[in-house]
């Protein structure tokens, strides 16, 4: 397995993890993002996030798409938006790579957090996310407006 950083040339594989995510968590149809506007929005002249891919026998089988947010309490932090593996290369540790890769870039990054979101239902992912210690606080709710 090799991690490394995405190119632009990962885009369509990208994209193609979101919709497979975005079928597992029950909105196949949410997803609106482009090829075009992510090779922007990643590469472009105002780069607004970074990805790390994990690659088995040159296939894409899993990613993790982070961008830098900031706490008025802690100050700059590291959004993990989404850390996905295609379903069947789940368990032969891309997930544990591309985790530990983000931890990385946030200390790199001088991040003070790094923070993500998790449905309750996804307990795998729970359990995951909870063999480091991660604090999973239930107490906040998410807002979220639409802006088109």
């Avoid at 296939?59 to 379903?87: H, M, N």
Wanted: contains cysteine.
């Amino acid at each position: 397995m090799i991690l490394r950083n995405a190119t632009e040339h990962d885009i369509p594989a990208l994209l193609t993890l979101i919709k497979e995510l975005a079928v597992f968590e029950k909105a196949p149809n949410e997803v609106s993002n482009t090829e075009s506007r992510m090779l922007e929005d990643g590469f472009g002249e105002k780069k607004i996030f970074d990805a790390f891919v994990a690659e088995i026998d040159g296939k894409i089988v899993g990613c993790a798409v982070v961008y830098f947010r900031y706490s008025t309490w802690k100050g700059g932090c590291l959004y993990l938006e989404d850390l996905i593996i295609s379903e069947p290369y789940r368990g032969l540790g891309a997930g544990t790579l591309l985790f530990e890769r983000c931890i990385q870039f946030a200390k790199e990054t001088n991040s003070k957090l790094m923070v993500w979101q998790v449905l309750d239902w996804n307990t795998p992912a729970i359990d995951f996310y909870k063999k480091y210690n991660a604090k999973l606080d239930g107490e906040w709710i998410n807002g979220t407006l639409q802006i088109d």
